[in-house]
């Protein structure tokens, strides 16, 4: 085992094979280390040893986990003001469309003299933007129900 710089000696690392190979009492000498961490960035120790391999690996490593954050949020801005921009235009031409529907369902009994017709296409024009808009209430209506039965 070698040395590390901070003068810790450096786990011996053994593959399955030669682990199996071993005897009860040659196990007993080893010890098992597991760690686990959650973040953009590697521990500083791997860092640093990443770093002793390529020189300045471990600063290019940093400049490109920072990018691929201010990247990810840029992505993540860009996608939320298209839904806006979504939300506002349907909340704009919504009623323009249901209107021109009903003026259509009006031409058509007009000059079809045909009440069957009409009838169809006013409630097509009705339920074309209704329909999504009645549901968006009843969810959020459910999603806020649920989240009062949790707390």
Do not use: C
Request: avoid cysteine.
């Amino acid at each position: 085992m070698s040395d590390t710089p901070d003068n810790r000696p450096e786990p011996e690392v053994i593959s399955r094979e030669d682990w199996d190979k071993l005897t009860s009492e040659e196990k007993d000498q080893f010890s098992v280390r597991l760690e686990g961490f959650q973040s953009p960035l590697l521990p500083p120790e791997v860092l640093q040893r990443y770093g002793n391999v390529i020189p300045n690996l471990d600063k290019k490593l940093v400049e490109w986990s920072e990018s691929e954050t201010t990247h990810r949020r840029q992505l993540e801005r860009e996608a939320f003001e298209e839904a806006r921009l979504l939300r506002s235009r349907s909340s704009m031409f919504g009623p323009i469309v249901a209107i021109a529907g009903l003026v259509i369902a009006g031409l058509v009994s007009v000059f079809n003299e045909s009440w069957s017709g009409s009838f169809t296409a006013a409630v097509i024009a009705i339920v074309s933007v209704g329909g999504p808009f009645a549901a968006r209430i009843l969810a959020s209506r459910i999603n806020h129900r649920q989240m009062s039965d949790e707390e």
